[in-house]
């Protein structure tokens, strides 16, 4: 892959989804991508440059920004901030689980699901009660392979690191089979909706988020790009909602987009109302 190449892809990458691909980053971008020349029986990265830039090669970008993904993820990461929401907002949880109002939370660059789903593993360890309130947790990313793999909610011994036994036993069952797999419990996933969302597009939500999940995903985009996406954020969520990054993240100047800092990595949301995302 020439440079001239590279600098074509990395300025596709970072219009379609918002990825910052450095020139150091050619390796690996050249090693991620083999596999789709030999889908689609290319010889050259030239060729495929053609291809993804044209008019006919809209729909190969979903999968040229799949392969440049990087899905990680692990169930209960950075675990504080399942703590800080049921501190802050379990009350209002259980006051609207008993007048069966709408509770609504997103995980957004939900990766593999582990992160969905620990969410209401969380919250159903916390307060069983809500087993039968209008709750769900939708998770998206811009990936269809990870969706489709979080819909069907299997998960390896080693996946599951970090999750109790008390809730291997209680939200999984064992895979027929495969000793080695356990599958999420129908009861979970149904709490749990999976759809491929890229955050630089419209966001079709008709609700506020009670709380949004968005960690170790911005780490990826500049600057720019990340400035774009907090107000969107913001009017996304509910009057007092709040709004979680990963660790190595940081929102400057949060109360310029209606957040107010409540611990680590951690925003809540001071607007007055939710406005329709586009």
Known sequence: MDDQVFEALAA????????????????????????????LNLDAFSDYSDHVLSDHGANERRFMISALTTNVSHFFREAQHFDLMSDRLMPEFKRRAAQGERIRIW??????????????????????????????????????????????????????KGVSPENIEQFTSANEGDENL???????????????????SDWPMRFPFDAIFCRNVVIYFDQPTQERLWPRFSRALARDGLFFLGHSERILAPSKFDLKSVGPTAYLNRAHSFKTQQ
């Open 107 to 160: 995980s957004a660059g939900c990766s593999n699901g582990q992160e969905a789903y620990s969410i209401a593993m969380h919250l159903l360890s916390q307060e069983p009660t809500l087993a039968t309130a209008d709750l769900r947790i939708l998770g998206t990313d811009i990936d269809p392979r990870v969706i489709e793999f979080a819909r069907v909610g299997q998960y390896s011994s080693a996946q599951l």
């Open 182 to 200: 356990r599958t999420i419990n129908e009861n979970l996933k149904a709490m749990v909706s999976f759809q491929e969302l890229n955050l630089l």
């Open 12 to 39: 596709l990458a970072h219009r379609e989804s918002g990825i910052k691909l450095a020139r150091e980053k050619k390796l690996m971008v050249q090693s991620r991508l083999r596999h789709r020349l030999r889908a």
